[in-house]
């Protein structure tokens, strides 16, 4: 069955078609959450909170393209999550997730190279505010269209370039001020 099936049959009341819909976007829904909110606790429950938003007002869906309408609901519910946040600061206690030990054509220092760069971009991507982060999460980390992260956050294709532009440039700067994370090939003073 394809989507726009799975989407008639969801706007009825199928259930079971939109668990099929939420298996084919489970992932991607996550990793948004993820990156956006920087911990798993957080963007688990951000993710049930978007999937179930999506359940009460896919009657509401009009066609178009239905992950980016899926994905603006991920990216409120972060919102949400980070307006709480702030009004109620907490330390976390999440590790960053441990990726599958090092594959047989990775060495272990290349694998903690990896991590530590991981790591230092989701710190970094934590520095954004939080509509320069989503921009860049969307497109650089996702691989959604201008089109689609433009209908994903509302906004103009004219402010999409804007944030992503902003975004990246300070997620960049953010990583040269730790140019010992990043390997040689990518410094500008080789």
């Known amino acids: ?35 956006m909110l920087g911990q798993v606790e957080a963007a688990e429950d951000a993710t049930q909170d978007a999937f179930l938003s999506a359940w ?49 054509g990775e060495s272990p220092e290349d694998y903690v190279l990896r991590r530590e ?10 520095t954004l505010p939080p509509d320069q982060r989503l921009a860049v999460i969307l497109r650089d980390l996702q691989g959604l269209s201008y089109e689609e992260i433009a209908q994903a956050m509302a906004s103009s294709l004219g402010t999409v370039r804007s944030r992503l532009s902003r975004g990246r440039a300070h997620l960049r700067d953010y990583l040269l001020r730790r140019g010992e994370l990043l390997g040689s090939q990518f410094r500008l003073n080789k």
Not at 59 to 83: E, P, T
Not at 117 to 126: D, K, P, S, T, V
């Open 56 to 104: 009460k007002g896919i009657r509401g869906f009009r066609q178009g393209n239905f992950r980016a309408w899926l994905l603006s609901i991920v990216a409120n519910a972060c919102k949400d999550q980070l307006r709480a946040r702030r009004r109620r600061p907490a330390i976390s206690t999440d590790e960053m997730d441990l990726e599958a030990l090092p594959s047989g």
């Open 1 to 35: 069955m394809d989507e726009s099936e799975l989407i008639r049959r969801s706007k009825q009341g199928d259930l079971d078609s939109f668990n099929r819909l939420v298996e084919l976007y489970q992932r991607q829904a996550y990793n948004l959450a993820r990156r």
């Open 117 to 126: 760069l991981a790591a230092e971009i989701q710190r970094g991507l934590a």
